[in-house]
């Protein structure tokens, strides 16, 4: 019961590093999205994916590329990394469709980043 | 524009019934959820329930919903100390955006 898998879980960066957050899931979904949660914050869309080879910004894109190569695989990439970005970010994935399950949104535990 | 709200903090005690409240903008949101987010990990989900729905049961969830005051509950019988988490209120606008509240910390006093 894989569901969505992301790594790393920690990871701390200096200000202008380069890394990507890896994210998996085995469900088949069609829909995968990257959030990033702030302290005593709701979630903000950073990025989706509405299938392989398709991708589109959310709310809060900027500093950050994603690319969906595969259903499986939806990669986050931090070019020039900043202290905003500081965060804890939630990769997750869902149906487009499907009544039954009410497009529920199934997400990963969470990358926690530290900008410094 | 869209947009999700919740009060921030709930205290209760164990054994009593926790109400959790959110209220939400768009009037053409086609499901509601409650997420449950516990220390250090990502969110889950609770339940849903469709917007032509009043009101959905599920063991010691009563979800209820007021789709004319745009205004969701979440109500938790005979709180326990392991419910004590973030829960998130969320909504799925037309097409394939949900939009997601600040969260509200319960906290369930022993």
């Known amino acids: 019961n894989a569901g969505v898998t992301q790594t790393p879980k920690f990871r701390i960066l200096k200000i202008g590093q380069s890394m990507t957050l890896q994210c998996t899931q085995d469900?088949?979904?069609?829909?995968m999205y990257w959030y990033r949660q702030d302290p005593g914050m709701g979630l903000k869309l950073i990025y989706y994916?509405?299938?392989?080879?398709?991708?589109d910004k959310g709310e809060v894109p900027n500093g950050y590329n994603v690319s969906r190569s595969t259903t499986e695989d939806f990669p986050l990439r931090l070019e020039l990394a900043a202290p905003s970005q500081t965060s804890v970010y939630f990769c997750a994935s869902s149906y487009s469709t499907g009544e039954s399950s009410g497009n529920t949104i199934y997400f990963g535990e969470g990358s926690w980043l530290t900008v410094v | 524009g869209e947009d999700v709200e919740q009060s921030l903090f709930l205290s209760v005690r164990e054994g009593d019934s926790s109400v959790i409240n959110c209220t939400y903008t768009d009037s053409s949101s086609t499901y509601l959820y409650w997420y449950k987010q516990e220390p250090g990990a990502g969110l889950q989900l609770l339940t849903y329930i469709f917007s032509n729905m009043d009101m959905k049961q599920d063991q010691r969830l009563t979800v209820l919903l007021n789709k004319k005051d745009k205004h969701l509950s979440l109500r938790i019988a005979d709180t326990q100390t392991g419910d004590s988490a973030i829960y998130f209120c969320?909504?799925?606008?037309?097409?394939?955006?949900?939009?997601f509240g600040a969260g509200t910390r319960l906290f369930v006093k022993a």
């Open positions: 994916s509405v299938g392989a080879g398709i991708t």
């Open positions: 969320a909504e799925r606008t037309g097409g394939f955006k949900t939009i």
């Open positions: 469900m088949n979904h069609n829909y």
